[in-house]
């Protein structure tokens, strides 16, 4: 008789015999500026934690007074008996945040895009994707039934033809939808979203944005992209964002007008049928809302240090790809190169993972650093310092 599992191990070990199976490095205490990362003393330079958020004092305080007010767990799904006074509060102050009608909270990103964009396009219906998107917008797409089309990454020229394409479907699509990252995390670059605004509009559809890598970077204190163009909620309906990243928590979260929100609560799958936040989430993800309020420096270091690494990098004759944002691609060539000078940057103290193919291209293989509002004038010297050594000894610079 054949073994049923016997695919489980066959398939880990292809995946580890062609080195792409994942090494989990685990951190021994918070995600800082300087880790423990497998008992070593390291810079960080691969969190999403952009500005620090997830051990700034008020975030942490406002978790463990939620412990201490509201227990541990939240005992329900949203919709039954798990929403506390906590999530409306969040959903309140996100929208003001936000500048935009209503907000919702639901647990990640990912059931955020899985469960909403399903429901905004069905049968009968075309989702139009930039093709570099985020791995839970192509899974939200998969779980629609809509027809699915694909532009050229951030090429305006190219949505214009499909969407030219898709007015002269017969029968007529019911409802368009459009979608694209904000910003793009293995290359930092921004999507043209004023320009998806206008075409979309033009052509009668919605316009989605997942902001998960601009939020609390871009735009107006960290309000993310729609800011950062200046976009009414008219022109871009849906926007999409996570507390998992600069916000420094976890959760998902969209924002536009009420009419939105009632339809997402209703019809979102992850978020009916799938237990809400603890009590501490909720308050921290509150609470981060407030430091950025409040304490509008953060976004401000975070963006000082980026332009200071990325000028050091390129001027050093690193290449640094097409990035606009502080997620900072250092594009090195082939995977082992960059799998070398990772290795070779631990060494020195620098914790930056590499991205290899399947992930990118082959011949653009990169280790991928990330900014941080947190990290000292000191840390950021001591960074590049090491990408110059590393460079260097592994003759990627000469
Ligand atoms: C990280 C990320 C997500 C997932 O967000 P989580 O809240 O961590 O589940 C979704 N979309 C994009 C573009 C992301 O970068």
Not at 40 to 56: D, E, F, I, Q, T
Not at 155 to 165: F, Q, S
Not at 170 to 183: E, N, Q
Not at 327 to 350: D, M, N, Q, T, Y
Request: net charge negative.
């Amino acid at each position: 008789m054949r073994d049923p599992t016997g695919f489980l191990r066959e398939e880990y070990e292809q995946l580890r015999t062609a080195d792409l199976d994942w090494k989990i490095r685990a951190l021994g205490g918070p995600s800082a500026p300087w880790s423990s990362i497998d008992g070593k003393r390291v810079l960080m330079l691969c969190s999403n934690n952009y500005l620090g958020l997830s051990n700034h004092p008020k975030v942490k305080a406002a978790a463990a007074a939620a412990v201490a007010s509201h227990g541990a767990g939240s005992g329900s799904v949203r919709p039954i008996a798990g929403t506390m006074d906590l999530h409306l509060e969040l959903e309140r102050r996100l929208a003001r945040f936000k500048d935009a009608e209503a907000s919702l909270v639901y647990q990640t990103g990912f059931a955020t895009n899985a469960g909403l964009i399903p429901q905004l396009a069905g049968e009968g219906d075309l989702i139009i994707s930039d093709e570099l998107n985020h791995g839970s917008i192509i899974d939200g797409v998969r779980l629609s039934k809509a027809e699915r089309g694909v532009f050229r990454h951030r090429d305006m020229a190219d949505l214009e033809v499909v969407l030219a394409k898709a007015e002269e479907h017969t029968p007529a699509y019911r409802r368009i939808l459009v979608i694209s990252d904000g910003v793009f995390s293995m290359d930092g670059d921004i999507a043209p979203l004023d320009q998806i605004a206008r075409l979309g509009a033009a052509h009668g559809a919605m316009v989605y944005v997942d902001d998960a890598h601009g939020e609390g970077v871009l735009g107006e204190g960290g309000r993310g992209i729609v800011s950062h163009f200046h976009l009414s909620r008219r022109e871009v309906q849906v926007e999409m964002g996570t507390f998992s990243k600069a916000f420094g928590v976890v959760g998902g979260h969209i924002s536009g007008s009420r009419d939105l929100v009632n339809f997402a609560y209703n019809r979102s799958r992850t978020w009916l049928l799938s237990g809400s936040h603890p009590p501490a989430v909720v308050a921290a993800c509150t609470a981060a809302i407030d430091v950025l309020e409040t304490e509008p420096e953060h976004v401000r270091r975070l963006w000082a240090h980026t332009k200071r690494f990325k000028g050091a990098l390129s001027s050093a004759g690193f290449d640094v790809g097409r990035s606009e944002t502080p997620i900072v691609p250092v594009i090195v060539g082939e995977s082992s190169r960059a799998k070398a000078l990772s290795e070779r940057l631990f060494e020195l103290g620098v914790f930056a993972l590499p991205i290899v193919y399947p992930m990118v291209a082959k011949e653009k293989a990169r280790i991928r650093t990330i900014l941080n509002a947190a990290l000292t004038d000191e840390d950021v010297g001591f960074a590049i310092a090491a990408f110059e050594k590393a460079g260097r000894e592994l003759q990627i610079l000469h």
